[in-house]
């Protein structure tokens, strides 16, 4: 199944251990978690309803925008691909946006 239209996209920031990821879970039973251990591989992702983004500025910009597009996007598997199509994403991080990366 493609996706047709935009994943809704939220973001929730405060201190480490105020609960972010917590909060997140409650929002949808059927989520997966992206932690910065995970590197680029999704491994464990079935295109749950919400995708969950314990963020520190190692996903690009353009990553977020793919995921977040009405377009057709693969995330990379160990071993291959999964079609990304959840309907929702939190980013969870302890800084505003404009700290997430460097300036080129």
Not at 38 to 54: P, R
Not at 64 to 92: C, E, W
Request: aromatic share 16%.
């Amino acid at each position: 199944m493609d996706r047709k239209e935009k994943t809704e996209l939220y973001l929730i920031i405060g201190d480490p251990g105020m609960g972010k990821t917590t909060f997140a879970t409650k929002l949808n039973n059927d989520y997966f978690i992206k932690t910065s251990n995970m590197e680029k591989w999704w491994d464990g992702y079935q295109q749950q309803e919400l995708v969950i983004i314990d963020f520190y500025g190692w996903i690009s910009p353009n990553e977020i925008m793919n995921l977040a597009d009405s377009k057709p996007y693969q995330v990379q598997t160990k071993g291959g691909f999964q079609k990304f199509t959840s309907k929702a994403i939190v980013i969870t991080s302890n800084k505003y946006p404009g700290n997430w990366w460097r300036p080129k």
